[in-house]
T-cell receptor, first 119, second 115 residues
Framework: EPEVTQTPSHQVTQMGQEVILRCVPI?????FYWYRQILGQKVEFLVS????????KSEIFDDQFSVERPDGSNFTLKIRSTKLEDSAMYFC?????????????????FGPGTRLTVL | AQTVTQSQPEMSVQEAETVTLSCTYD???????LFWYKQPPSRQMILVIR??????QNATENRFSVNFQKAAKSFSLKISDSQLGDAAMYFC????????????FGTGTSLTVIP
C-alpha cells in the first residue's frame, strides 16, 4: 500500500541554522500538508499546498517557513532561521482531493514524521 | 476556532477487554467530519474510523466503533476485544466540511494493552 515518507527521521540543528524537511507524498495525490507537534501538545496545522501554491496557512506559518514542491515528487518544508521553540515533530500529509471530495478521496494520509531538535 | 479535547492522556486495557477513549470538541459549524487516528510507536498516523456529522448512525469498523453525540459534541472511540497491536497513541481530529482542509487534533491518548 502506498505511504507518505519523510526524511530525515530525526534532525538536530543549531539555533539560527536553516533546515529542510523532506516528504514524498503518495504519487497520485494533489494536496499536501505540513503539521507539527511540540512535545506534549496538540498536532497543529501549518500549511496546505495545491497546484504549486499555498492554499491555506496558519498563524504559526510565518515568514521563516516556506514550502516547495521542487521536482514533482518531493514536498519540502524549509525553516530559514531555526529557533529553540521550533523543536517539534513535523508531519507531512497528502490527499487526492480537498474537502470537496468524497470522504474517501479527501482523506489525508500522514507520514511518520521528522523529529526536529534545535539546540 | 475549533478545539478538540482528549481528557485522558493515558489509558490501559487488558487484552481481550473493551476500552473507551473520550473526545469532545467545540464548533459552531453543523457540517463536519470527525476522525480517530492511531499512531503506533515510530510509525505514521493511520485512520481508524471516520464519522460524518450529518449521519446519525455511529460508524463502525470491525472492533472499532464510535459513540457520536452531536448535541453534546462528544465523539468517543470504543475498542472491543483489545489486542496487543492496538497499543498506540490515539488522536481525535475534527475537520470542517465547508471551510478549510486542515485537521484540528486533540493532544492524544496513549493506550497500553496489558497481556
Amino acid at each position: 500500500e502506498p505511504e507518505v515518507t519523510q526524511t530525515p527521521s530525526h534532525q538536530v540543528t543549531q539555533m539560527g541554522q536553516e533546515v529542510i524537511l523532506r516528504c514524498v507524498p503518495i504519487s497520485n495525490h494533489l494536496y499536501f500538508y505540513w503539521y507539527r507537534q511540540i512535545l506534549g501538545q496538540k498536532v497543529e496545522f501549518l500549511v496546505s499546498f495545491y497546484n504549486n501554491e499555498i492554499s491555506e496557512k496558519s498563524e504559526i506559518f510565518d515568514d521563516q517557513f516556506s514550502v516547495e514542491r521542487p521536482d514533482g515528487s518531493n514536498f519540502t518544508l524549509k525553516i530559514r532561521s531555526t529557533k529553540l521553540e521550533d523543536s517539534a515533530m513535523y508531519f507531512c500529509a497528502s490527499s487526492q482531493r480537498d474537502r470537496a471530495g468524497s470522504p474517501h478521496d479527501n482523506e489525508q494520509f500522514f507520514g511518520p514524521g521528522t523529529r526536529l531538535t534545535v539546540l | 476556532a475549533q478545539t478538540v479535547t482528549q481528557s485522558q492522556p493515558e489509558m490501559s486495557v487488558q487484552e481481550a477487554e473493551t476500552v473507551t477513549l473520550s473526545c469532545t470538541y467545540d464548533t459552531s459549524e453543523s457540517d463536519y467530519y470527525l476522525f480517530w487516528y492511531k499512531q503506533p510507536p515510530s510509525r505514521q498516523m493511520i485512520l481508524v474510523i471516520r464519522q460524518e456529522a450529518y449521519k446519525q448512525q455511529n460508524a463502525t469498523e470491525n472492533r472499532f466503533s464510535v459513540n457520536f453525540q452531536k448535541a453534546a459534541k462528544s465523539f468517543s472511540l470504543k475498542i472491543s476485544d483489545s489486542q496487543l497491536g492496538d497499543a498506540a497513541m490515539y488522536f481525535c481530529a475534527y475537520r470542517s466540511a465547508r471551510t478549510g482542509n486542515q485537521f484540528y487534533f486533540g493532544t492524544g491518548t496513549s493506550l497500553t494493552v496489558i497481556p
